[in-house]
C-alpha cells in the first residue's frame, strides 16, 4: 500500500491506475539511483582531482637527478687525536666511485638475484611482488615490502628516520623518474657505489675495503656473497657487528645463486666451506663526528676547496681517552635524565599479523626505515601486557622486558592509555640496557654538550657537541647560545673583589622588593633558590649557597657597568647580557666555549686563553704545512691579578667540598677540584664547570625549544627566567 501521502498526490492526479502508479514510483527509485550514482562519481572524480594535485606538489619537490648521479667523493681530510688515533673514519663516509664495467660480473648478477631478479624487466616498480606483498595479510602472512633497486636507490636519497606515506609516494616517483632518465647500467652503477654496507663504507668497493681490506675486484664469490647480502640490515648483519648474523645471510645468497643456476654444486659447496679472513679489527671508535666537522670548516677556511685535494693530515689536540669519556658521559647523563620524564609513546607502528613472531626475519626488515644507535637501540614489539614487553632489536635478538624495564612506561601498558602513547604488539620502541637488564627509554628531547680543554694553553682535549651528530649536527658547544643562570655569579664576585669585598665580609641576605615605582626594575621580588633568607651572610658564604639577593646587592654596591667591563676582561660579550640587576642572576647568555675559556682564566692564576683545536697540518707527504704556536702563559696575556684568582679558586674549592668538611664529596677522593653549578627557571638550562689546574670542563643540558607544559620533572631545580626583560615575582636562579 502506498504511503498516505501518496495517496492524496495519485488523486488529485487523476492517477488511479495501478500500472502508472508502478511506473511512476519506478521513475521516482531510478532517478534516487542516478543521482546517487552521480554523487558517486562525482566524490571519485574530486577525490582522484585531489590525489593528482598532491602527487604534483610532491612531485614538485622531487631532486633534480643530477644530485643523485653525484656520489660524494672519498674524503682526503684525515683527522687524527693527539695520540695518533684517526677519528675521521668515524665521522666521514667512505666512498669509492667503480664504474660498473669494473665491477665483476658475478658480483653484479649475485646482487640482482637476490635483490632485485626483475631488475631489467620492470620500470621502476615490480608490480607482481608489490601485489603478493598487499595479499599476503589476506592470507596470514607478513606483508613484507619489496623493493626494488631503482626503489632503494631512491629511499638511500630520502634517508629518514620516520616512517610517513608521503615519504613512500615520494620514494615511488622518484624512483619512476630515476627509470624514466637513466638507463638500467647507470642505476646499477649507482646503487653499487652509493647503497649503505654498514661501518660507515657506502658502495660495495668501500664495503670490501672495510671488511676484507682489498678490492671488490679481488674477493672470491664467498666473500662478495658476503656483502650481497648486507642491505638487507647492515647495521648489524655485518660480519664486524655481529658475524653469526652475516654468515647466516651470506649461506641465504649462497643457495640463491647455485637454485638460480649463478654457482654449480661444486663452487657452492667450496664457498660454503670457505673460511673468511676478515681485515684486522680497528681499535676502538673514538667518537668524534663534531670535532671532524670543526676541523673540515677550519681547514676549509685556511686552504679552501684545495684542502680537499691535498691529501692533508690534521692532528688536533683531542686526546682520545678523553674524548671517548666525554662521549659516554654525556649520553649517560642525557639518558638518565630522559628516563625520569613521562613517556611519550612508541616511534612508529608496523601490522604485525597473527603467526610472525619475533624471530622471523621479517621483523628486521620492518625495523631497516628506523635508525638504530648504540645505546639506544629500536626494537619492535611482538607481546606486551603489563607485566612485560618482548620485543626483537633490528639484529634479531629476541628481549624480554619486565620488572624495574617498564617502570617508566607503566601508563603505556595500560590499554585504556591513549593510542599515541601505548605500547602494544606492532609498536616501534626504544630500548637502552643498564648493566644486565633492557629498559624501555626513548630519544632524549633535551640536547647537551661537553667540552674540555686545557687552562694552561687553551688545547681542547674533548668535545661532544651533541647527543648524536647524524640526528642533529648542530654544534651546542660553540653555537649554543643559553642562559648561564648562577653559573655566571663568580665573575661577578671577581668584580666584587675588585671593590674591596672581602671573603669574610658581611652582605645581608634579606628580602629585596622592587615597586613598580623603580626606576631600575618594575614590580621585581626576586627569590633565592630555596626560598630562605639567611639574614647577614659571609661573602665566603653566599657564594657556596648560591645566594642570589646577595648577587643582586653586590651588583647594586658595583654598579651595572663596571661589573659588565670586569666580566669582558674573561671574554664574555657585553651586549649578550642585560644591563640592569637581573645580570646578578645569569640572564644573558654565552656558549660553553666561552664559558670554558673564562672559566679558564680562574684556573691559571688570572691569563686569557684561546680555545685550540689544531696542533699540526701535514700534506700527502708528511711535510709540515702548519703548526700552531707555543702557548706559554706571561704578563702580557694576563686579564686579572693573581690574588683575585687565588681567592675565588678557594672559594670555588668549598663549593666543591660542600658546607662542612663532612659533606665534601669523597668519590674522587682530591682537594684539588674547584667548580660551580647554574641552573635556570624550571631546567631548561642546567650548567656545571670543574676544573684543577691542568684540565677544566664545561657540561650544559638544556630544551631548545622548551616541551610544552614540562613541569620540571626530574630537571636541577628552579633558576632563571627565560628570558631577559622576564622578571616576575618567584623568578629565580638556581644554585
Not at 608490480?127 to 606483498?133: D, G, T, Y
Not at 674573561?570 to 673564562?598: I, S
Request: charged share 20%; hydrophobic share 40%; glycine share 8%.
Amino acid at each position: 500500500m502506498p504511503a498516505f501521502s501518496e495517496q492524496i498526490f495519485y488523486h488529485f492526479n487523476g492517477l488511479h491506475d495501478p500500472k502508472i502508479i508502478f511506473c511512476l514510483r519506478c521513475r521516482q527509485r531510478g532517478g534516487i539511483v542516478r543521482q546517487c550514482l552521480w554523487l558517486i562519481l562525482a566524490s571519485v572524480f574530486l577525490a582522484l582531482t585531489g590525489f593528482g594535485i598532491w602527487l604534483a606538489i610532491l612531485s614538485r619537490g622531487l631532486p633534480d637527478i643530477s644530485e643523485i648521479k653525484n656520489v660524494p667523493a672519498h674524503p682526503s681530510i684525515q683527522v687524527y687525536t693527539q695520540d695518533g688515533v684517526e677519528i675521521s673514519e668515524y665521522a666521514l663516509e667512505r666512498r669509492y666511485f667503480v664504474p660498473l664495467s669494473h665491477i665483476p660480473q658475478p658480483l653484479q648478477e649475485a646482487l640482482l638475484s637476490i635483490e632485485d631478479a626483475r631488475f631489467r624487466e620492470h620500470s621502476g616498480l615490480d608490480l607482481k611482488s608489490m601485489a603478493r606483498a598487499g595479499l599476503a595479510p589476506f592470507w596470514g602472512k607478513y606483508s613484507q615490502e619489496s623493493l626494488t633497486i631503482t626503489q632503494q636507490l631512491a629511499r638511500h636519497f630520502y634517508r629518514s628516520y620516520r616512517k610517513s606515506h608521503e615519504r613512500k609516494i615520494q620514494e615511488i616517483l622518484l624512483a619512476l623518474k630515476i627509470e624514466e632518465e637513466l638507463s638500467k647500467d647507470q642505476i646499477l652503477e649507482l646503487y653499487m657505489n652509493q647503497i649503505y654496507l654498514g661501518q660507515g663504507a657506502y658502495g660495495f668497493e668501500a664495503a670490501a675495503k672495510t671488511y676484507f681490506g682489498r678490492s671488490m675486484t679481488d674477493l672470491s664469490v664467498a666473500e662478495y656473497a658476503m656483502l650481497v647480502g648486507l642491505p638487507q640490515n647492515p647495521a648489524h648483519a655485518n660480519p664486524i657487528s655481529h658475524i653469526e648474523l652475516a654468515r647466516k645471510r651470506q649461506l641465504v645468497v649462497l643457495a640463491r645463486l647455485r637454485n638460480t643456476g649463478l654457482l654449480d654444486e661444486a663452487s657452492y659447496q667450496s664457498a660454503k666451506a670457505q673460511p673468511l679472513q676478515l681485515r684486522p679489527s680497528s681499535p676502538s671508535p673514538v667518537y668524534a663526528q663534531y670535532v671532524a666537522d670543526m676541523v673540515r670548516k677550519l681547514v676549509h677556511e685556511q686552504y679552501g676547496q684545495d684542502a680537499f685535494q691535498r691529501g692533508l693530515k690534521v692532528i688536533t689536540s683531542i686526546h682520545s681517552s678523553d674524548q671517548q669519556a666525554a662521549y659516554q658521559a654525556l649520553r649517560k647523563g642525557l639518558l638518565d635524565h630522559e628516563l625520569r620524564q613521562p613517556y611519550r609513546g612508541p616511534e612508529g607502528f608496523e601490522n604485525l599479523p597473527d603467526g610472525v613472531s619475533g624471530t622471523d626475519p621479517m621483523v628486521a626488515q620492518a625495523l631497516s626505515d628506523y635508525a638504530d644507535d648504540e645505546n639506544l637501540r629500536v626494537a619492535l614489539v611482538t607481546q606486551s601486557s603489563s607485566q612485560g614487553v618482548v620485543a626483537t632489536l633490528a639484529s634479531g635478538e629476541v628481549l624480554v622486558i619486565n620488572g624495574e624495564g617498564l617502570r617508566g612506561v607503566q601508563v603505556a601498558l595500560n590499554r585504556r592509555s591513549p593510542t599515541s602513547i601505548r605500547i602494544q604488539r606492532g609498536s616501534i620502541i626504544r630500548v637502552l640496557k643498564t648493566g644486565s637488564q633492557w629498559v624501555i627509554a626513548q630519544w632524549p628531547q633535551a640536547s647537551g654538550a661537553l667540552v674540555s680543554i686545557d687552562p694552561q694553553n687553551g688545547q681542547i682535549r674533548a668535545l661532544v657537541g651533541g647527543f648524536d651528530f647524524d640526528r642533529n649536527p648542530f654544534n651546542h658547544v660553540d653555537h649554543a647560545w643559553r642562559q648561564p643562570g648562577s653559573a655566571l655569579k663568580p665573575f661577578l664576585y671577581s668584580a666584587a673583589l675588585e671593590h674591596r669585598v672581602m671573603p669574610r665580609s658581611s652582605i645581608n641576605d634579606a628580602p629585596l622588593i622592587f615597586a613598580p615605582s623603580s626606576s631600575t626594575l618594575k614590580g621585581w621580588e626576586p627569590q633565592n633558590f630555596d626560598g630562605k633568607f639567611d639574614g647577614p651572610i659571609s661573602f665566603k658564604q653566599s657564594l657556596l649557597k648560591s645566594k642570589n639577593l646577595v648577587s643582586i646587592r653586590l651588583l647594586q654596591m658595583i654598579g651595572v657597568q663596571p661589573a659588565q667591563d670586569w666580566m669582558s676582561r674573561f671574554g664574555f660579550d657585553a651586549d649578550k647580557h642585560p644591563h640592569n640587576l637581573t645580570l646578578a642572576l645569569g640572564l644573558g647568555f654565552v656558549t660553553p666555549m666561552q664559558m670554558a675559556r673564562a672559566y679558564a682564566v680562574f684556573a691559571n692564576g688570572g691569563y686569557k686563553v684561546t680555545p685550540a683545536l689544531i696542533t699540526h697540518i701535514l700534506d700527502a707527504q708528511d711535510k709540515t704545512v702548519f703548526e700552531a704556536a707555543t702557548v706559554t702563559l706571561n704578563e702580557t696575556q694576563r686579564v686579572i691579578p693573581a690574588r683575585n684568582a687565588f681567592i675565588m679558586n678557594r672559594m670555588l674549592r668549598e663549593v666543591m667540598r660542600g658546607a662542612t668538611p663532612s659533606s665534601r664529596p669523597t668519590i674522587l677522593n682530591r682537594t684539588d677540584l674547584y667548580g660551580k653549578t647554574g641552573t635556570t627557571h624550571n631546567a631548561f638550562d642546567a650548567w656545571f664547570v670543574g676544573f684543577q689546574p691542568n684540565l677544566l670542563a664545561v657540561v650544559w643540558l638544556g630544551y631548545a625549544p622548551p616541551p610544552e607544559g614540562r613541569g620540571g620533572r626530574g630537571g636541577c631545580g628552579g633558576g632563571t627566567g627565560s628570558e631577559e626583560g622576564r622578571v616576575g615575582r618567584g623568578w629565580i636562579a638556581g644554585g
